[in-house]
């Protein structure tokens, strides 16, 4: 199975700010990365795949970049409904894997 | 708008089989290429993919869970199930079904809200 390894696991930062989180893969998985946003007791919400391309409807806010084994989410300035955690997920092959999640609290 | 909504007991007796339904409503359920995904979550941990199929019957499931789960397609009543044997504590976890499409085969664009089930005596 490809390990996905998500960092930090929490992260405490401000509205405005710029932050950013990185996901590695135990082997190379191209630009197979998915990322997305959890709220509490909601369900996951797709916000980018293919590493870098934001699915329709996510503000502009939300980037992702990377390709081979290391990857890295960014929000460029935090909002209010931001507050959330964030999954990555390969989508290169069977089985699925996610990485543990980053926390981002105010 | 495509919506799943997953429906099933709440609650499962340890050694018993979990069953749980996803209703798919505002599309097709048996469209081309849609792939159909069952994705589980434990109380307070990360998500857990548990299998995917697609509209064709093909299946594709986690090999920790491959020997008790069985996902199948109702055309008929525009739902997908899952069913898991022999349940244990470790099963306890609110259960989503998802939809992915097409070369993003793997990539969950819609999800259903969850349903939490709790293995129990």
């Known amino acids: 199975d490809i390990q996905m390894t998500q960092s930090p696991s929490s992260l405490s930062a401000s509205v405005g700010d710029r932050v950013t989180i990185t996901c590695r893969a135990s082997?190379?998985?191209?630009?197979?990365l998915t990322w997305y946003q959890q709220k509490p007791g909601k369900a996951p919400k797709l916000l980018i795949y293919a590493a870098s391309t934001l699915q329709s409807g996510v503000p502009s806010r939300f980037s992702g970049s990377g390709s081979g084994t290391d990857f890295t989410f960014t929000i460029s300035s935090l909002q209010p409904e931001d507050f959330a955690t964030y999954y990555c997920?390969?989508?290169?092959?069977?089985?699925?894997?996610f990485g543990q999640g980053t926390r981002l609290e105010i | 708008q495509l919506q799943l909504q997953e429906s099933g007991p709440g609650l499962v007796k340890p050694s018993e089989t979990l069953s749980l339904s996803c209703t798919v409503s505002?599309?097709?359920?048996?469209?081309?290429?849609?792939?159909w995904g069952w994705i589980r979550q434990p109380p307070g941990k990360g998500l857990e993919w548990i299998g995917s199929?697609?509209?064709?019957?093909?299946?594709y499931y986690s090999p920790s869970l491959k020997s008790r789960v069985t996902m199948s397609l109702d055309t008929s009543k525009s739902q997908f199930s899952l069913k898991v044997n022999s349940v244990a504590a470790a099963d306890t976890a609110v259960y989503y079904c998802a939809r992915a499409s097409g070369s993003n085969w793997l990539v969950f664009e819609y999800w259903g809200h969850g349903t939490p089930v709790t293995v129990s005596s």
């Open positions: 997920q390969q989508s290169y092959g069977t089985p699925v894997t």
């Open positions: 505002g599309g097709s359920i048996s469209g081309s290429p849609h792939y």
């Open positions: 199929m697609y509209y064709t019957g093909n299946t």
């Open positions: 082997q190379s998985i191209s630009n197979y």
